[in-house]
Every structure is written in C-alpha cells, then in structure tokens.
C-alpha cells in the first residue's frame, strides 16, 4: 500500500535577539535531530528573534539574515526534510517578514507575509511591508533566483505533501491566505508566529488553529516565539498547536527549550475528506509550486524516491506556476497545472502492513481501538445523551407525520431491543401520549430465562403494554408445512434459525395493523454492515431507530443511560442485559444456557466495528485499516488481524442486498449505511479486489 504517512515536527529553540549566529546554529541542530520528519516549522522571524525592534533597519542584521538562511538550507541536504524559518527579507525598496522554505540543501522560496498588525502592542508596520500584492517575483541570493511572493507552494510530488504558508497575523483575519493555499491544493499548512501570551488568548489561538484546519480539511502547524524574544514589554509562551481536520493532534504552552512537538499525520485522510466533501473546490487563485522534500515517514533520510522527484528537483524546482487552468497563462502551463500532489502520490513509498503499523507504533500515533467510542468518560457519556436525543426527536417526528402513536417493539432481553425501547420511552417524553407496546417472543428451548426475565422486567419497567407471545407452535407448523425437521439440524441450518426471526417480526407487524401501530425496528449499524439479520425478519420494520448505532456503542449508551434513569430495579435490569453475552438465541439452548454466540460467528465486533469505521470514514483501504488495527490491537498478530479483515469484507460485500431495502431511521453519527443516503452500492459488486489488496499488504 501507499505510505502517507508524514512525521511533522513545530521547534521552537532557544533564542538570542539578533544573534544570528546562535539562532542558526540551534535551528540547525534542531534539524539534524528531526531527520526523520518531512516538514519541521520555526517560529516566526526565528533567525533574528521577532523583537528586534529597530534593528531591523540594520543591514548588518539584515545581511547576516540572508546569509545565515542559506547556511541552514544546507543542513536540510540529502535528508527527506522540507524546514521552514523566518527571517526579514529587503525587496525592491521595502522590507518583508518572511517565511524561507529550505530543502534538498537550497532556499526554494520565500513567502512573505500579508497582513501586518499595528495595532495595541503591535507596531510591526513601523519596519515591515504587506505582501498581498507580492506574486511572481524572485530573489536573488547568492546568484539564484528564489521564488518570492504570497503565491508559493511547496510540493513532493512522491509522498502527496503540498505545503502552504502564512504568517501569524495571516491567522486572525477573514480571509486567511491559508484557505486560499487550501484551496489551491496545499494540505499541510503552517503558520510561523509571534503572539505574545495574556490572558485567555491561548484557548482562542487554539480554537482558530482547530477550526481552519477543520474548514481546510488539512494538516496544521502553528508555532509560537518562546520566552526568550524581549520581555521588555511582552511575553511569548512559545506556544506551539497541531491540528487535523478539526482535531487537535499535538500542543504546548510554555515549555522547556528547545522544545519540539512532533507529530504523524495521515495525508491520506486529508485527500479523502477532501474528495468526499465535494463543496471544497479547486478555486484558489494562481499559484507557483517549488518541489521540495518531504519525506513519508519511515523511509531513510535523503533517499530520492522516484524518477518524476528527480526530475522535479532540477535547478530551483519551480515546477507549476498556477493552481488551476483559469489562472494559467498559456497552454503549456495548464497542461502541467493539471498536475497535483495527489494524482502524484502512487509514486509515494510502498509499506506492508507490519512496517505501516511499526511505523504507527514509533511515533506512538493516537488510536482508539473502539473509533466509535469516545475513551474520555465525560465525552462518551455525552455522546451517549445525544445519541439517544437524536433517536427520540427522530421518532417523536415520525410519529408526528403519521398520526400513529402506538409504537410496536419486540423485546428480546438483549442489547438492541433495549435501547430502541429506551429511545420508544424518551420519544414518549416528547409526545406524552404515545403508547408502548411491547412484546416478547420467547420460543421454548432456544430462549433462556436470563434473556426472557430481562425482557419482561423491562417491558414491565418501561411499557404501557405488555406481551408474552411463544412463537414455537407457529414456528413448528411452518416447518412442517415446508417440509423441514421441527427440530434444529445443526450448523447451518437456516431455515430453522430464520424461521424464527421471520415469525417475530410476522407477530410484530400484523399486532401493529390490530393496534394501529408502527413497529420500532432493533438492528444496529454493526449487524447490517455483516449482513447478521434475517432478511425480511428482524431485517425490516417500520422505522429503524437504531440503524446507524454501532454495536461498540449500544452498550455504552445503555450503561449511561442506566447511570442516570432514576430507578434502581431499571438500573439492575439494563445492567444485567449489558452483563449478557452477544445472542440471537435462534439454537436449543444448553442446560438452561446461552449456546449461540455471535461473536464466534461472526467475529469480535470491536474489530469489525473498527474495519467499518476505517472504510466508511475514511475510505482505507483493507490492507491499511489491517496496519491500523494491527497496531491498535498489539496483542493480535498479523494473521489474525488479517483473517478478521478478511471476514469483515466478505460479508460487508456480500451483504449489500440486505442493506439495499433499509426502512427509514435516523441519521446519528458520521458513519451510516441507509441507501437513501451516506452509502450506495451495488448489491453484486465482487470482493476479490478488496481481498487481494490484503495479500498484497502481507
């Protein structure tokens, strides 16, 4: 599989204002230990300290800059590592605040920043230029011509990375050159500051820096001055923030120096976001793009990769000159716009799935081993609420449109059934005059009097009416009319397990055309991604409220809601049904105990919860959601990680059919399989491709 994995790292060393040369020469040992990552960011005007105050009017300053800037792009040489550090730069008569981005032993552009505070304590206008006129310009140093403007973008065309730059202040404004450099086609944005600390300012830089990584579907790095720039007036917290699509990966506030916040980001995830939400277009003005290096992490510092890197390194590597075919000049120029980072990536380094989760493993990459369940107590339990609040209001609103407010549901004794009644009761507080009527459908010798005594403790808890209905007499005369054994043929026998499901579901629907009922469907998210349903059983209903719930989370919401019901003879049941093993209880029974197991059917449904997540979400395919789960679950090997992939993908394919025909339920998570909506697939399509992506991971 492709590796799109990038190791970035936000430095902020110890610093001397305007020492120059002790500036450089920490930048550059901070390079030399990061030799593993693909993009390290300093802080703003790093290479002379933000505070120098007049002294940026000094050429001798100024020279030393410029001189120094081209001493550290040597330290990036034959390393995979793209640095970017700040320096003034003088420009046709002015002066600009720059970003200098350095790689493969050269200085391939400088970006200059656009808008430029003089306001409260910043009077930055004093010494320095806005850029937001700067394009297509170059600079000469050293008898090279750099790209110079507020149009540079930097690209490995092997690893996918696209590089867009912007300037504290650039941050704060409406309209941010960072979404311009977004929509351009960067999707690793950084941000070199100087925001000196007060009082609630770092919950609001860190808000921005999460929400404009949310809204650009990208990476973000911010990185702060630190406390040794002039306290003469000010003092900076070298604060340093790393986001991805919304999340916050990676952050420090005053710490000890030099201090690096290195992180792994998956550019893979941002390019799917980005496919998927297919409101963020391509509309970002024109823009130059300089290749550079950006290695993926665990290849070997300073190897080349591919040919088209080679190529695209020649001279200074400025490769394409607009972002789109309306800003390009000519026809030659929009042929090579028509190139991007991510038709370029399938020459990004090959991993097998052991090395992508060793990978993942060394740079001790955040996993949830449930994605579906948030790990901090306080977040789970609100997700739980609003889970449940959604359910209700979904229902409540379905009852409305229809006038039914009798509401039919078996009642199983196990987890799903459980919650939809939860979801029936709390509807009930939104529309008091609804009605529950509940129904259990025990049949003698598969049904076990645990399940059988939770299902009625809780229908009597929570029901306004209430039914014991064995479905064995009916069940047997339809089996004896087909033909079949009235008793259960051992493993595989079908016909007699789904006999039963079907004869519930039968019972359900016709007590609701006596009763003027709906019937509220129990299947979960997890059993129809496997297909783990009877078609037309317990399949179908007529209004499927936990459709898009996973099993991981039926649970959780469960235990939460018992936590806070009100009752304990409710808390002691709902806790006893979350204490039952996984069953469909369609197989005799074994002395009075639980026989069928769905687990060991079907799998464990934490990992295929897992799998599910990754290939919905975020469209991985098997091999890499196999690495991810192989490091998220250390104590499994390969073979068994691969062998639950397998599993998954064949029954998530060959089990469209089932999914095809859906009833309505609502919408509650980001992952959900109604065909009328999030999924829409061909009940035929073959599996093989998915199931030769994992052999070849091996």
């Keep these: 599989m492709k590796n799109n994995l990038i190791a970035v790292a936000a430095v902020v060393p110890p610093l001397h204002v305007a020492d120059v040369k002790y500036n450089t020469e920490q930048i550059i040992s901070a390079i030399k230990t990061l030799t593993d990552c693909g993009v390290i960011v300093f802080p703003e005007l790093s290479v002379t300290g933000y505070t120098c105050a007049d002294l940026f009017e000094s050429d001798l300053l100024l020279n030393a800059a410029e001189e120094a800037v081209l001493t550290i792009a040597k330290a990036t040489e034959n390393t995979g590592v793209t640095a970017v550090v700040g320096l003034p730069i003088r420009f046709k008569n002015n002066l600009y605040n720059c970003a200098a981005i350095l790689s493969e032993g050269v200085v391939k552009a400088f970006v200059p920043k656009t808008f430029i505070p003089n306001y409260s304590e910043f009077y930055e206008c004093r010494w320095f230029a806005s850029g937001k006129d700067v394009r297509g310009e170059s600079f000469l140093l050293s008898g090279q011509k750099i790209p110079f403007g507020v149009d540079v973008l930097a690209e490995d065309s092997a690893s996918g990375a696209v590089l867009g730059i912007e300037i504290c202040e650039d941050l704060w404004i409406p309209d941010k050159p960072s979404t311009h450099a977004a929509l351009a086609g960067a999707n690793i944005l950084v941000n070199l500051s100087a925001s000196d600390e007060l009082i609630g300012k770092q919950e609001y830089r860190t808000q921005l820096v999460k929400q404009q990584s949310g809204a650009c579907y990208c990476t973000y790095i911010y990185v702060s001055a630190g406390t040794h720039e002039s306290s003469t007036d000010l003092v900076f917290s070298g604060h340093t923030i790393l986001a991805q699509n919304g999340s916050l990966i990676g952050e420090a506030i005053f710490p000890e120096y030099p201090h690096t916040e290195k992180v792994l980001v998956d550019l893979g995830v941002i390019m799917h976001d980005r496919r998927k939400q297919n409101t ?253 349903c009877t078609y037309n059983g317990d399949h179908m209903s007529m209004y499927a409220v936990n459709a898009s719930v996973p099993k991981t989370l039926v649970k959780y919401i469960c235990v939460s809601y018992a936590m806070i019901c009100g009752s304990d003879e409710l808390k002691k049941v709902l806790l006893s049904i979350c204490d039952t093993p996984i069953t469909p209880e369609l197989t005799p029974s074994e002395g009075g105990k639980i026989a069928q197991m769905t687990e060991e059917k079907i799998g464990k449904y934490d990992l295929n919860d897992f799998f599910l997540f990754y290939t919905l979400r975020y469209g991985f395919e098997p091999s890499r959601a196999a690495a991810y789960a192989l490091y998220a679950y250390p104590e499994l090997s390969i073979e068994k990680v691969v062998d639950a992939a397998k599993n998954f993908y064949k029954r998530f394919f060959s089990q469209q059919f089932k999914r095809s025909c859906l009833p309505d339920g609502p919408k509650v998570g980001s992952v959900t399989l109604s065909p009328r909506g999030d999924w829409r697939m061909p009940s035929d399509a073959k599996v093989a491709l998915w199931l030769q992506d994992l052999e070849q991971g091996l």
């Design 280 to 532: 963020f277009e391509n509309a970002g003005a024109a823009y130059r793009r300089v290749a550079a290096r950006m290695q993926t992490a665990g290849v070997n510092a300073g190897a080349i990769g591919s040919g088209a890197r080679e190529a695209s390194a020649a001279g200074n590597g400025v490769k394409v000159t607009c972002a789109n075919e309306a800003g390009a000049e000519d026809a030659g120029e929009k042929n090579v716009c028509a190139e991007s980072a991510e038709t370029n990536a399938a020459g990004a380094d090959a991993v097998t799935i052991s090395e992508m989760a060793e990978i993942l493993k060394k740079y001790n990459y955040p996993m949830a081993r449930n994605p579906f369940v948030p790990a901090e107590n306080v977040a789970r339990e609100e997700r739980c609420r609003r889970i449940l609040q959604i359910q209700a209001n979904g229902l409540a609103t379905r009852v409305h449109a229809t006038g039914i407010k009798n509401l039919i549901i078996g009642i199983s004794g196990g987890l799903d059934s459980t919650l939809a009644l939860l979801v029936c009761a709390e509807a009930r507080k939104i529309i008091p005059d609804i009605r529950i009527v509940a129904y259990t459908l025990p049949n003698q010798g598969n049904t076990t009097d645990l399940t059988l005594n939770n299902a009625k403790s809780l229908m009597k808890l929570l029901a306004d009416e209430s039914h014991e209905i064995s479905i064995g007499e009916g069940v047997n005369l339809h089996l004896k009319q087909l033909g079949h054994e009235l008793t259960y043929q051992g493993e595989g026998d079908v016909t007699y397990e789904n006999a039963q499901a079907r004869m519930r579901t039968y019972i359900l629907m016709d007590a609701a055309n006596m009763k003027n009922g709906l019937v509220v469907g129990t299947g979960d998210l997890s059993e129809l991604a496997l297909g783990w």
